[in-house]
């Protein structure tokens, strides 16, 4: 079924496949992929529909939160592109969606228009379910484009943000209590962390803190890593191992190196791949 | 004085500049750069000449071991390149630098024509002072190509070998016998890491550990790091920073990522810059 959303990616032209990821235990997929505004916001229409004609709101389960078949659609900047150029195909996109496939959409982050929709969690709290149940009586769930009225395909949240590093740390523990009392700890809107988002899981016996990292040049990734290891040593446990969630940006794993091999003015330009694809180029 | 040589490898067509770096300290450069085997040959060979003409051995001064202008000139094999084609470029440059330069040339690594000279150290020993004065009477310093007698130029050393990363560990002291005994305690040498090897320094009133690190797919980085930092704590100083010199594959930073922020599963294809350049090519 992700297949079938990957061909139809796929079959626009100038589109660059970069990635593709299924994690069994949140029953959810994370597909990536790059080009001009105008191919991938052809080919995120083409992956919408291919998603609402197969996944069934109804039908599905999983710990992560959700409220549509093509749950989250954000746009990323990259080489020369802004992040307002991002928020104007997310803006077309939105409105193409709700008119042509009939499904409610929502923008979000530098995308939204309406300030209580810029955070993600705010649009997604209480899931599909909710949603269903709520849409056509709540006017603080009117959607910015389509029906207020939701299908088997549920609703999709479309956005601009910058790059984000999404990442899970298992814990030695199966006490689901614990993931969630750090994720509680770390995450900014408890107070925590800038830029950190984190809710706790039990995944396949294990306790999980699933983290979004929306800005790792402001929050570093080892500053997330080490405290989530002191927080859990406060609680008897360990971080057991992590796992990154599609892509990272090198700039994220430069910082590593600076941070854990004190290697402070480690720069881009000295990884061998980098250098040889820069004087390619 | 740089630059020059810089120019005369850039002279050569096809050749990518890949890094540049001068150590004041060491009195030092390296210069990086990628080519097909016919041009990395030809640019070494410039490289070779016009270093010889501007860097007058009886005239350098600087704390790190070597012989000649142009001291040592590794081939390193790059995308479909074996070792032993790099070792071939060596052989055939080392035969053109003799002939043409009259330069006394050394083959090393997997270059080498003895066994005693695999090891770059072991040809280093004493210095460009040492060779001057015995290479005509010591049948051990007899050349592989070129003549038994060295001028201003000193001798050059040619070899092929796999990437390597340098890099110089600073601690806090001022104590050049600590970052002596620190050295002497991790390489491979004195009985310490695999493929480590490793000098102390005072480089600008800082003790410093120099390294290198031949395979950092046996040995990695992290192993290298900690153990520094292990035995610097053994001797009541630490690690203030450290750099790198020259360039540092990709593969190596992601070992550091794998190791400290135990990202047991991270693969170079999750790195958002390397699928994008893998899907453009």
Redesign the interface.
């Known amino acids: 079924m992700v297949d079938s959303i990957v061909s139809a990616i796929r079959s626009v032209s100038g589109i660059?496949?970069?990635?593709r990821s299924s994690d069994i235990d949140h029953n959810r997929s994370v597909v990536?992929f790059?080009g001009s505004p105008t191919a991938v916001s052809e080919a995120a229409f083409r992956a919408i529909d291919e998603a609402s004609r197969h996944i069934n709101m109804e039908l599905h389960t999983g710990v992560h939160p959700r409220i549509g078949a093509a749950d989250v659609v954000p746009f990323v900047p990259?080489s020369e592109a802004t992040l307002q150029d991002c928020a104007d195909v997310a803006y077309e996109l939105g409105k193409r969606v709700g008119q042509e496939l009939n499904i409610p959409v929502y923008l979000y982050e530098a995308a939204a228009l309406r300030p209580e929709r810029k955070r993600l969690e705010n649009i997604r709290r209480g899931g599909y379910e909710k949603l269903r149940d709520t849409i056509a009586i709540d006017p603080a769930l009117e959607p910015d484009f389509g029906p207020s009225a939701v299908g088997a395909a549920g609703a999709t949240i479309i956005g601009a943000r910058n790059?984000l590093i999404a990442?899970n740390i298992y814990l030695s523990t199966g006490d689901i209590k614990i993931a969630q009392s750090i994720a509680r700890t770390i995450r900014q809107s408890s107070g925590g962390l800038p830029f950190v988002k984190a809710l706790g899981f039990l995944v396949q016996d294990r306790a999980q803190v699933s983290i979004n990292l929306t800005d790792f040049t402001q929050t570093s990734?080892?500053t997330v890593?080490e405290a989530v290891r002191s927080e859990a040593y406060k609680r008897g446990v360990e971080?057991?191992?992590?796992?990154?969630i599609?892509?990272?940006?090198?700039a994220a794993?430069?910082e590593?190196?600076r941070?854990?091999?004190?290697?402070?003015?480690?720069q881009a330009?000295?990884?061998?791949?980098?250098?040889?694809?820069n004087?390619?180029a």
């Not at 599609?246 to 090198?250: C, H, K």
């Not at 941070?259 to 480690?266: G, H, I, N, R, T």
């Not at 330009?269 to 694809?277: F, G």
């Open positions: 660059l496949m970069l990635d990536a790059a990259l790059p990442f990734l080892p890593i971080i057991q191992q992590t796992e990154l599609g892509l990272i940006p090198q794993l430069i590593v190196a941070w854990y091999l004190q290697l402070e003015f480690l330009s000295q990884i061998l791949e980098t250098q040889i694809a004087s390619l």
